[in-house]
């Protein structure tokens, strides 16, 4: 069985992907990756996997260049020879599954990882880009032997109101799965302040601004915390925060800003409360990864955040772009160290049950082989039934 991932980012493969594509090879399958020839190739080559370099590049708005990434990617399927494509992102799915029915590869698996900024955005420009998206997907997101995989309900839904995929070829898989040993649970540190951490890309629909409002409302009340931004810039981004906006934030004691961090177990066992008031996520990974660490979460009520966060149960859902119900929930949980306990555990619970890295390859594997030409049937893990809370801040 001869397998090839195709994505545009090969940094991005190896920290939410590879793990599925590890499981490949240990059941003796062939694995290549196809993906621009940026940091993470080499990781890609030294894990066993065969590497293509590829010109596909996120968000680059070309005519010319993209029938061009087409063109491409049929000649590498041509030369490869698939059993099986497993496609990830819009950009490599849309160009892939065009080209896949091209070079007559028999099975497409496609990873929507989340709708982003094109399917947020109202600006004239992005409704402008998402109306073609739609009309070119309508056209190309046909292969006959096809699944499209998505990490929650509403974005599955979506696909399919839009007449971009279908109920009987689409299925959700709760994410690229957590590794729970890289995150071990930990107690909480005995901080003077507790440590109320937001740790994303610094872009507006992550909901920073209202992270910083709800801070400084919190910071006037006398609430004693630390309220922590943790990610790196992402200037290329249409939703990107200018550096110098959030310096301001810093000079004026609102926040503190870690910056980019890879040591990111280390980062969420310091803090007291990890937050993600984002606008919508595909799925919250870094909700996961706290959650495994044993802290309480906050999260917005939104798609790819409240299948993570069960409200009353592992944390609290506030509503979306609103500083005031963040900072309500903020305020409740740095007040109350046993619910944070209690939340915690909660967390590790559940994500142990249903994120962990070995249910979802579980998942994934057996998508692969319902579509794939061995027609090899692995089970599904069957997922609890949690009891929540009904009704978020």
């Not at 109320?196 to 409002?213: D, N, W």
Request: hydrophobic share 45%; charged share 25%.
């Amino acid at each position: 069985m001869r397998k090839l991932f195709v994505i545009n980012n090969p940094a991005f493969f190896i920290q939410q992907h590879a793990g599925v594509a590890d499981a490949c090879l240990r059941r003796g399958e062939e694995v290549h990756v196809a993906a621009p020839d940026w940091p993470g190739a080499e990781q890609i080559q030294e894990r066993g996997f065969f590497f293509h370099p590829i010109g596909l590049r996120r968000g680059r708005v070309n005519p010319l260049s993209e029938l061009r990434s087409i063109g491409e990617l049929v000649a590498l399927y041509r030369n490869v020879k698939p059993d099986l494509v497993h496609q990830v992102t819009l950009k490599p799915i849309l160009f892939g599954t065009l080209a896949a029915r091209l070079a007559k590869v028999p099975a497409v698996v496609n990873s929507n990882t989340g709708l982003g900024y094109l399917f947020i955005d109202e600006s004239p420009l992005t409704r402008l880009m998402r109306g073609a998206f739609e009309t070119s997907g309508r056209l190309s997101l046909r292969h006959p032997n096809q699944v499209d995989l998505f990490l929650n309900p509403d974005d599955r839904q979506e696909f399919v109101t839009r007449g971009l995929t279908t109920w009987e070829r689409s299925i959700v898989i709760t994410g690229p799965g957590v590794e729970s040993d890289a995150f071990p649970y930990a107690p909480e540190p005995a901080e003077a302040e507790p440590i109320v951490l937001l740790p994303a890309r610094v872009l507006s629909h992550k909901g920073i601004r209202e992270f910083v409002e709800a801070a400084k409302v919190l910071r006037s009340e006398g609430v004693r915390a630390r309220f922590v931004l943790a990610g790196e810039f992402d200037s290329g981004n249409h939703a990107a925060i200018p550096e110098e906006e959030v310096r301001s934030w810093v000079d004026r004691g609102y926040i503190e800003y870690w910056g980019h961090r890879t040591d990111m177990s280390a980062v969420l066992q310091r803090c007291a409360v990890c937050v993600l008031p984002s606008y919508r996520e595909g799925l919250g990974r870094v909700l996961v990864e706290a959650a495994l660490t044993g802290r309480a979460l906050i999260a917005a009520n939104v798609p790819g955040c409240r299948e993570v966060v069960r409200h009353g149960f592992n944390g609290l859902l506030v509503r979306p772009a609103d500083a005031g119900s963040l900072a309500t929930a903020i305020r409740r949980l740095v007040g109350d160290r046993q619910l944070r306990d209690r939340f915690g555990a909660a967390g590790r619970l559940l994500a142990e049950q249903q994120f962990s890295l070995d249910v979802i390859v579980d998942q994934t594997l057996a998508v692969h082989d319902r579509v794939s030409a061995s027609r090899r049937i692995y089970p599904v893990a069957v997922r609890p039934v949690l009891e929540t809370e009904a009704d978020p801040l």
